[in-house]
T-cell receptor
Framework: DSGVTQTPKHLITATGQRVTLRCSPR?????VYWYQQSLDQGLQFLIQ???????AKGNILERFSAQQFPDLHSELNLSSLELGDSALYFC????????????FGEGSRLTVL | KNEVEQSPQNLTAQEGEFITINCSYS?????LHWLQQHPGGGIVSLFM???GKKKHGRLIATINIQEKHSSLHITASHPRDSAVYIC?????????FGQGTRLTINP
């Protein structure tokens, strides 16, 4: 058990819809990272938050947004969903801003029909 | 060219063999991570390296900062080691992932 909790584990929705994925980091970790893993691609870094502030952006679409709340949990919002957004979405946490051991959640599997 | 290149992409070996997976990168980093992803999808962090060598059980990871290269070794491999191994570099507050090495260990 990594200590990182992601919900929901599975989600099926339709094109055009909006969903929210939630991540609770390991106790004491201030950084939360979001990743996307599609069937035909490896892991892609989306965005990092540290102590409530956005710190780094990767290949995140404009239709996607994220935030980290004062209690350090984070949400990834995906809107105007397309078939190609079907993927596993992972979050990971670490203690520091840059560097430090990563702890991964089990992922949220999103299927867009 | 990807900032992180792993080799081989696929590796099949017999139980007991010594396994080496390589990772080369092209940018400055603050740390390098080796991750393991099992068929169910879950990801486990195996090592975080910024220099030298680390060992955990049958797994050994090394990094050469000057050559921008890291290796993951598995001694006395076992079918339960079958997984995808992913090299990840961390720097400038972002993570870049290698494409992964799919390892299959046959009994």
């Amino acid at each position: 058990d990594s200590g990182v909790t992601q919900t929901p584990k599975h989600l099926i929705t339709a094109t055009g819809q909006r969903v929210t994925l939630r991540c609770s980091p390991r106790s004491g970790d201030l950084s939360v990272y979001w990743y996307q893993q599609s069937l035909d691609q490896g892991l892609q870094f989306l965005i990092q938050y540290y102590n409530g502030e956005e710190r780094a952006k990767g290949n995140i679409l404009e239709r996607f947004s994220a935030q980290q709340f004062p209690d350090l949990h984070s949400e990834l919002n995906l809107s105007s969903l397309e078939l190609g957004d079907s993927a596993l979405y992972f979050c990971a946490s670490s203690m520091g801003l840059d560097g430090g051991e990563l702890f991964f959640g089990e992922g949220s599997r999103l299927t867009v029909l | 060219k990807n900032e992180v290149e792993q080799s081989p992409q696929n590796l099949t070996a017999q139980e007991g063999e010594f396994i080496t997976i390589n990772c080369s990168y092209s940018v400055g980093i603050s740390a390098l991570h080796w991750l393991q992803q099992h068929p169910g999808g879950g990801i486990v962090s195996l090592f975080m390296l910024s220099s030298g060598k680390k060992k955990h059980g049958r797994l050994i990871a090394t990094i050469n900062i000057q050559e921008k290269h890291s290796s993951l070794h598995i001694t006395a491999s076992h079918p339960r080691d079958s997984a995808v191994y992913i090299c990840t570099i961390q720097g400038a507050q972002k993570l870049v992932f290698g494409q992964g090495t799919r390892l299959t260990i046959n009994p």
